[in-house]
């Protein structure tokens, strides 16, 4: 059985964490995969967590799908460390992460729909 974790840096706002639940459910839904939403900073479940509970789960392959913008330290180290710990000391799990967000074409279409939606709200920004 395969896995998503979809990793989010996590922040002191409430609306985050109900952003971070949502994208988490409509990723699920749309790829037919469990995915579960886990944060490195302050807030519930931590990564470590929530790979514990998708191993209890019966989960042996997951894929860390990070919910960031670039590759900054909890990318290319803090995240890296805690699953290679995992899978040691868990041994028949199989955990791999894929690259965040970074450049992507559809970002220009998200950008240019916010300016938009800006500029709906509260007039012409100059």
Same mark, same amino acid.
Request: proline letters at 5%; aromatic letters at 8%; zero cysteines.
């Given at each position: 059985?395969? *896995?998503?974790?979809?990793?989010?840096? /996590?922040?002191?706002?409430?609306?985050?964490?109900?952003?971070?639940?949502?994208? *988490?459910?409509?990723?699920?839904?749309? $790829?037919?995969?469990?995915?579960?939403?886990?944060?490195?900073?302050? %807030?519930?479940?931590?990564?470590?967590?929530?790979?514990?509970?998708?191993?209890?789960? /019966?989960?042996?392959?997951?894929?860390? $799908?990070?919910?960031?913008?670039?590759? /900054?330290?909890?990318?290319?180290?803090?995240?890296?460390?805690?699953?290679?710990?995992?899978?040691?000391?868990?041994? *028949?799990?199989?955990?791999?992460?894929?690259?965040?967000?970074?450049?992507?074409?559809?970002?220009?279409?998200? $950008?240019?729909?916010?300016? %938009?939606?800006?500029?709906?709200?509260?007039?012409?920004?100059?």
């Amino acid at each position: 059985m395969e *896995a998503i974790l979809l990793i989010s840096h /996590g922040s002191r706002e409430d609306s985050t964490v109900m952003t971070v639940e949502r994208v *988490a459910r409509e990723l699920e839904k749309a $790829l037919g995969k469990r995915v579960v939403p886990a944060f490195m900073e302050f %807030n519930e479940p931590g990564v470590e967590k929530a790979l514990e509970l998708l191993y209890q789960q /019966g989960y042996k392959k997951v894929t860390v $799908l990070p919910y960031f913008l670039f590759s /900054g330290i909890h990318m290319k180290k803090d995240v890296p460390k805690i699953i290679n710990s995992f899978v040691r000391d868990k041994g *028949a799990v199989k955990v791999n992460m894929v690259s965040p967000i970074g450049y992507h074409p559809l970002l220009i279409e998200i $950008l240019k729909d916010r300016l %938009n939606e800006g500029r709906e709200e509260k007039g012409d920004v100059h």
